[in-house]
């Protein structure tokens, strides 16, 4: 793995981030081995740039520090909308005439 001396001057650095199972925020830098995490996006911005400058050399420093938000959703393949079919299901099951 080559160093942060040897990236000589980088154009930018480019950040996942990813919102945590427990709250806030992960980045992971792409190429480079710098993470960070955050709970909101102000100290998000913080803790990038200061994990950026932490990992490379001064005069070394990307002019630019790009995030790139990525959000997993899971959908379902049935079409159904606003409603699990789990909960439509059960809306259609018969109703006993004896109560």
Not at 8 to 26: D, Q, S
Not at 61 to 89: C, N, Q
């Amino acid at each position: 793995m080559s160093s942060p001396t040897e990236h000589g001057n980088l154009p930018e650095v480019i950040f996942l981030v990813e919102e945590a199972p427990e709250g806030g925020f992960t980045a992971r830098a792409l190429g480079e081995s710098i993470f960070t995490e955050a709970n909101g996006l102000a100290d998000l911005h913080d803790k990038v740039r200061d994990a950026v400058h932490c990992h490379f050399e001064e005069g070394n420093v990307p002019k630019v520090i790009r995030l790139h938000f990525v959000r997993e959703e899971v959908i379902s393949p049935s079409g159904f909308r606003g409603m699990s079919p789990v909960a439509i299901s059960r809306r259609l099951s018969p109703i006993s005439a004896t109560g």
